[in-house]
T-cell receptor, first 114, second 111 residues
Framework: ETGVTQTPRHLVMGMTNKKSLKCEQH?????MYWYKQSAKKPLELMFV???????ENNSVPSRFSPECPNSSHLFLHLHTLQPEDSALYLC?????????????FGAGTRLSVL | GEDVEQSLFLSVREGDSSVINCTYT??????LYWYKQEPGAGLQLLTY?????DMKQDQRLTVLLNKKDKHLSLRIADTQTGDSAIYFC???????????FGKGTKLSVKP
């Protein structure tokens, strides 16, 4: 248990559906991240939030929409996804975005887009 | 640009030592990390090393850093079947100190 909880663990959705991924951290951290992990590719950083403010958006398509209502919660809203969006989506948190930047990861949501 | 390279697979026998290698490109990286990912799980931080260190040891884990060659290695002594997992090397780079990950090395431990 790393203190970062992601729900759901598995999600199957059609291309016309709208769904949301949820991440919650109980570590008192100020920064939260969304990563995409696809087979045979490095982890791709999608979004970074620091103190509830988005500080980085790595050219992610607009069909992915993040939301950070407070420093403990992070959402990823999904709509009109494509099959190539099927992947493991990992959430992480860290005390800040600087210095040691040790990130603690959740177990991920395995997303399948049909 | 920033890039972290690792070999994709490593197979060892139980009780042997495993050495997982990584090269990185950002010479300004201040911290380098090793994460472990077991099947169906997220990434677990194993250890990290500050760039002014050459070596760090933590029980069965030894991290070696050659800053001149931008080479990082993770040695696991007395490898056990429970060590079977994917090991990711990461450097701190990019804006906001983001982590740049390699593709991961899948370690298989045979009894």
């Amino acid at each position: 248990e790393t203190g970062v909880t992601q729900t759901p663990r598995h999600l199957v959705m059609g291309m016309t559906n709208k769904k949301s991924l949820k991440c919650e951290q109980h570590l008192g951290h100020n920064a939260m991240y969304w990563y995409k992990q696809s087979a045979k590719k490095p982890l791709e950083l999608m979004f970074v939030y620091s103190l509830e403010e988005r500080v980085e958006n790595n050219s992610v398509p607009s069909r992915f929409s993040p939301e950070c209502p407070n420093s403990s919660h992070l959402f990823l809203h999904l709509h009109t996804l494509q099959p190539e969006d099927s992947a493991l989506y990992l959430c992480a948190s860290s005390p800040t975005t600087g210095t040691e930047n040790i990130q603690y990861f959740g177990a991920g949501t395995r997303l399948s887009v049909l | 640009g920033e890039d972290v390279e690792q070999s994709l697979f490593l197979s060892v026998r139980e009780g042997d030592s495993s050495v997982i290698n990584c090269t990185y490109t950002d010479s300004s990286s201040t911290y380098l990390y090793w994460y472990k990912q077991e099947p169906g799980a997220g990434l677990q931080l194993l250890t990290y090393i500050f760039s002014n260190m050459d070596m760090k040891q933590d029980q069965r884990l030894t991290v070696l850093l050659n800053k001149k060659d931008k080479h990082l290695s993770l040695r696991i002594a007395d490898t056990q079947t429970g060590d079977s997992a994917i090991y990711f090397c990461a450097e701190r780079g990019g804006s906001q100190g983001n982590l740049i990950f390699g593709k991961g090395t899948k370690l298989s431990v045979k009894p």
